[in-house]
C-alpha cells in the first residue's frame, strides 16, 4: 500500500465514522427531565444521547462539549455538572430567570473538492476552516455544505421567545406556540425556516417516546405549507423528537435517513485539514436538519 | 357640605350600578381523606374559568407549603398544570389574598368576598369554579362547578374521583 492510498483510507474510515447516523436510525436527542419548571431555585437535569429507540440510551453518548444554551434573555447560559456515560452524557442548567431556555447543538460544515497543479483537494470540516483553507476561485471547486441544529426547550414561570429568535442558517424553528406551550389533543403551530427564509412544503416528523411498551413507531407526519408553517395536534402526552430534513444536490453519503442532528453524534471526526489526493465529488450539495425534543403536556 | 353632599351621592350610585359586586362566592371543598402509606396534603388552585373558552378569569386560592425552607413551595405549584398554564405562571408568589397554606382533610368551608380579588372585577356572566390539586406522591384532579355570577343562585356540587370530594358554590 502506498503511502498516499494508506492516506485515503485514513480519511475514508474518518468519513465512515463521522457519518454512522445517516445511513440508519440513530436518532440524537436532548432529553430534559421537566419541559414546566417553576419558582426562582429552578434547576433542570438534560441527557444526550444518540439512540435507536426513543429515549433509551442504546448506542452512543452525545458530547457534551457543544451543548450551549440561550437563556430568555437571549444571552449565552452555561450546562453544569456535565458528565459522559457508555450511553449518554447528562448535565444541568440552572434556570436563574424567569422564561425559556434553549439548549441545542448547532454545526455547519463543508465538504469540498478542487483542483490544484493538476491534483484533485479535498477538504472537510466547519465552514470558517473552510474559508481558510480552501483558496478562493480554487479550480473545479465542489461544496456539499450541511447544516444540523438539535434542540431542547425549558420554560420557568412565564414561557418567553428571547432564546428562540432564528440565526438565519441552516433549519430552524420559529416559535408560534411557545414549543414548552405544546398541550395533548390541542392543535399547536410551529413555522421552520430556512436561512431564514420560510421553509415550505417540509415534511415535519414527530415521533413519540415509550417505544419499548408501543407495538408500532406512531410517527405523524405533517406538511408545512408556503409560509413554513405547520399546525398539528399531538394525540399522546409525552416527549417527542421532532425532525425535519432538507436535501438539495449531492449529499456525498447516498440515500440516508433522519439526519442525526448535532456535531454530538460525530465522535472521532476528522479536523478541518486538507485531505490529500482523491475523488472529486460528484456535484455541489446543501442539507440541513433540524431535530427537537419537545414535550406534550397532559391537557 | 356640599363636599359631603357630593360624596353620599357618589357612593350611592356605586351601589347602585354594580348590585352583583355586593355577593359573595361561597365554596365548599372536601379534601378526601386517604389511606396511603405516605400522605401529604395537597396543593390546591381555586380559580374562575370561561366556560366558552377555557381561559383563567382569575384566581381566588392557592394552597402551597410556602413556608418550605428549600423552595417556599413554588417549586411544585407548577404541578397545578392547568391553573398554571392559565393563571399561576403570570403570577408572583407569595400573592396576596390568594396563597394560603395547605388544608387537612374535610370539607373546607370558604367564602370569597365579592368586593375583593378577582371577583372585584369580574363580570355578570356563566363561569366554572375549577378547583385543582396536585398531591406529592399523589395524584392530581380537577373538579368544575359551574355558577352564575351577577345574582344569587342556587347552590350547585360535582364530585371529584380520587384527590378531591365534593366541590360545592353558591352566589349569595
Known amino acids: 500500500m502506498t503511502f498516499k492510498k494508506r492516506l485515503l483510507a485514513v480519511a475514508a474510515v474518518g468519513v465512515a465514522l463521522a ?44 458530547r457534551p462539549d457543544g451543548v450551549q444554551v440561550l437563556g430568555p434573555d437571549g444571552a449565552a447560559d452555561k450546562i453544569q455538572n456535565a458528565s459522559t456515560g457508555q450511553y449518554r452524557s447528562t448535565f444541568d442548567v440552572q434556570l436563574t430567570k424567569p422564561g425559556t431556555y434553549k439548549i ?24 470558517e476552516d473552510f474559508a481558510k483553507q ?75 417516546g415509550g417505544a419499548r411498551w408501543r407495538a408500532s413507531p406512531g410517527e405523524i407526519k405533517v406538511k408545512t405549507g408556503a409560509d413554513g408553517a405547520v399546525k398539528f395536534t399531538l394525540p399522546e ?3 417527542y423528537w421532532v425532525n425535519a430534513t432538507v436535501r438539495s444536490g449531492e449529499t456525498g453519503r447516498g440515500p440516508g435517513g433522519p439526519g442525526m442532528g448535532g456535531p454530538g453524534g460525530a465522535p472521532g471526526a476528522p479536523g478541518g485539514a486538507p485531505q490529500g489526493p482523491a475523488t472529486p465529488l460528484a456535484g455541489n450539495g446543501v442539507s440541513a436538519s433540524y431535530t427537537a425534543v419537545i414535550e406534550a403536556q397532559r391537557p | 357640605m356640599k363636599s359631603k353632599l357630593s360624596l353620599l351621592t357618589f357612593a350611592g350610585a356605586a351601589v347602585a ?45 392557592v394552597w402551597y407549603d410556602a413556608d418550605n ?17 392559565k ?17 387537612a382533610p374535610g370539607p373546607q368551608k370558604l367564602v370569597f368576598a365579592g368586593s375583593k380579588g378577582a371577583l372585584k372585577a369580574l363580570k355578570p356572566g356563566q ?29 350547585a356540587t360535582a364530585k371529584g374521583a380520587s384527590e378531591l370530594g365534593a366541590v360545592t358554590v353558591s352566589v349569595k
Open chain 2, 17 to 61: 350600578s354594580a348590585p352583583a359586586l355586593a355577593a359573595d362566592l361561597n365554596v365548599t371543598v372536601e379534601i378526601p381523606r386517604l389511606t396511603v402509606a405516605e400522605y401529604h396534603k395537597p396543593y390546591v388552585s381555586i380559580w374562575i374559568e370561561n366556560p366558552a373558552d377555557a381561559t383563567a378569569a382569575g384566581t381566588l386560592a
Open chain 2, 87 to 103: 393563571a399561576g405562571r403570570e403570577m408572583s408568589f407569595p400573592a396576596d389574598g390568594v396563597s394560603g397554606a395547605t388544608r
Open chain 1, 134 to 208: 480552501v483558496p478562493a476561485g480554487a479550480a473545479d471547486l465542489k461544496t456539499i455544505k450541511t447544516a444540523s441544529r438539535n434542540e431542547t426547550f425549558v420554560t420557568r414561570d412565564k414561557p418567553s421567545t428571547g432564546a428562540l429568535a432564528p440565526t438565519g442558517k441552516g433549519l430552524e424553528l420559529v416559535p408560534v406556540t411557545n414549543p414548552t406551550d405544546v398541550v395533548a389533543t390541542e392543535a399547536a403551530t410551529f413555522k421552520f425556516v430556512l436561512d431564514g427564509k420560510p421553509a415550505a412544503n417540509l415534511e415535519v416528523t414527530f415521533i413519540p
Open chain 2, 69 to 85: 425552607r428549600e423552595d417556599h413551595g413554588a417549586k411544585w405549584l407548577k404541578d397545578m398544570r392547568q391553573w398554571w398554564r
Open chain 1, 19 to 62: 457519518l454512522p447516523m445517516s445511513a440508519s436510525a440513530h436518532r440524537g436527542w436532548l432529553l430534559p427531565a421537566f419541559t414546566t419548571l417553576s419558582g426562582d431555585n429552578a434547576w433542570v437535569t438534560v441527557d444526550a444521547a444518540i439512540s435507536n429507540e426513543l429515549f433509551y440510551p442504546d448506542h452512543r453518548p452525545m
Open chain 1, 104 to 127: 441545542f447543538t448547532a454545526s455547519n460544515s463543508v465538504m469540498a473538492s478542487w483542483t490544484e497543479n493538476g491534483e484533485v483537494k479535498r477538504f472537510r470540516g466547519s465552514t
Open chain 1, 237 to 239: 402526552a409525552g416527549m
Open chain 2, 127 to 155: 363561569y366554572n369554579l375549577v378547583v385543582e390539586a396536585a398531591r406529592e406522591v399523589g395524584g392530581h384532579e380537577a373538579v368544575r362547578v359551574p355558577f352564575t355570577w351577577g345574582k344569587p343562585g342556587k347552590p
